[in-house]
């Protein structure tokens, strides 16, 4: 059986004409970090994500961690 890895991570999504953004963190099983299209799943990301599509944001990752207690200790700070 082959191992999943699990890749922990912050990221901040930024609406380009406006400059209004979403912070939020990520556990995912991508190979690649950077390849994960996930925008966030907070009611008003989803809502403007529907209403304007995926290509009117851009998405940074802040910080990549090696498991989820440092994901939820770098979301606390």
Known sequence: MKKITHHFYTYKVTKTDTG???LGKRCCTKKN???DTYL????IIKRYVKKYGK???TKEIIGVY????EL???EAK
């Open 20 to 22: 209004e953004f979403y």
């Open 33 to 35: 970090i950077e390849d």
């Open 40 to 43: 966030g799943s907070g009611l």
């Open 55 to 57: 290509s009117a944001f």
């Open 66 to 69: 090696q498991s989820l207690e």
């Open 72 to 74: 939820n200790s770098a």
